[in-house]
């Protein structure tokens, strides 16, 4: 009985410490856990991206006139519809198309027999009356004319001046004169034919000097002044020179830029009006460097200029001002003074990049000039 008793005794010592092994929880550790020895290593640190190597130049500085390139044509200076005053015939048509006339110039003539036949009539009385004025005052000083007999007599004079005037007028109105110096370009009506008044008979342009006329951006147009040379390149390939003459101080409404005239000489009237050209204008030199069009980037926020280096090698951005498109590159405005300007390379960096900054030699700048050196 005793054995039987310790065998009891035994397995419930047995139970119990079973109960407390496993209320602490140390079996989960069994056969997994490590010690702190053979925790795991730290991750190893990642190696540094190389540092990309950039060719840079110093640009050279040039004082360049700013290029303002603008769409236009040409137009007359002057542009005359010539219209009848008066109801009538054509009695005279001394100009036909391409005429060239000076101002004065008879144009046109309606028949006018009886305006003639009355400018006559009170021409005649204007002298009668003038002559009995004149006797008038002779008699007068002499004391054998009342004076109230000789102011009858001038205010008869001056009345016939007047009716002298009136039928001038009225002939003049079967007249057509040229308002100015210039070419008939079109005439509307036939010798002999009737019109009524205010019918247009003919078109006279004055092409000396020819116009040539475009609009200037609102950016643009600070860099222009009254007088400033310009280019006007025409359709048929010649190129003329002429002087900006009128700034419009009123900007177009659709287009927010604003009407500029280019006087052209034309003394010869070889240049017609309404033909396409393209003006250029030059503004007052300013200071500027020259690039390959290749140098051009754009910025993380989409502004247009180039990328350099600062003295720390790091990668910076500047916008750019375009003064001129030239064979040689573009020329541009903005960039500071020593900035070194990244030639080869600058689409691969961005600003704040550490590079490593080589001097680009001249073969170097030469290749990139000559890939993009064509003007269009």
Not at 17 to 41: C, I, L, N, R
Not at 265 to 277: E, F, H, L, Q, Y
Not at 278 to 300: C, K, M
Not at 335 to 347: K, L, M, S, Y
Request: proline share 5%; charged share 25%; net charge negative.
């Amino acid at each position: 009985m005793s054995k039987i008793r310790f065998h009891k005794l035994a397995a419930l010592a047995v139970l119990v410490g079973f109960a407390v092994w496993t209320a602490t929880g140390e079996f989960s550790s069994v056969g997994s856990a490590q010690p702190d020895a053979e925790a795991k290593p730290a991750q190893a640190e990642q190696p540094k991206a190389p540092v990309r190597r950039v060719a840079v130049v110093v640009p050279q500085r040039v004082n360049h006139a700013r290029a303002i390139r603008v769409s236009g044509k040409t137009e007359a200076d002057k542009r005359a519809t010539l219209a009848t005053r008066a109801a009538g015939i054509i009695a005279s048509l001394p100009v036909k198309q391409g005429s060239h006339i000076k101002q004065g110039d008879l144009v046109l003539m309606l028949d006018a027999e009886e305006k003639a036949a009355a400018v006559d009539t009170a021409r005649a009385l204007l002298d009668e009356r003038k002559g009995s004025w004149e006797a008038a005052q002779k008699l007068v000083k002499s004391g054998n004319l009342p004076k109230l007999q000789a102011d009858a007599a001038w205010s008869a004079y001056t009345l016939a001046q007047g009716q002298v005037q009136a039928a001038e007028a009225e002939l003049a109105r079967n007249q057509v004169k040229a308002p100015f110096d210039g070419v008939i370009d079109r005439v509307s009506v036939e010798l002999g034919s009737a019109v009524m008044q205010g019918a247009e008979i003919a078109t006279v342009l004055s092409l000396d000097p020819i116009l040539g006329k475009g609009e200037v951006s609102e950016r643009d147009l600070r860099y222009i002044n009254i007088g400033d040379e310009a280019d006007v390149k025409l359709v048929n390939g010649e190129v003329v020179k002429g002087k900006l003459r009128y700034i419009s101080r009123d900007a177009t409404a659709q287009t927010r830029t604003f009407p500029v005239e280019i006087a052209i000489p034309n003394a010869d009237g070889a240049i017609p009006a309404g033909m396409t050209a393209e003006i250029n204008l030059r503004a007052a030199p300013g200071d500027a460097v020259i690039l390959p069009r290749s140098v051009v980037t754009l910025s993380h926020s989409g502004d247009l200029g180039i990328r350099a280096v600062d003295k720390d090698n790091k990668v910076v951005f500047f916008p750019i001002d375009l003064i001129d498109d030239t064979p040689n590159g573009l020329v541009l405005g903005g960039i500071p003074a020593e900035a070194r300007v990244i030639v080869a390379g600058q689409e691969l960096v961005k600003e704040g990049d550490i590079v490593e900054a080589v001097e680009a030699d001249a073969e170097t700048i030469k290749k990139l000039i000559g890939d993009t050196g064509s003007t269009q």
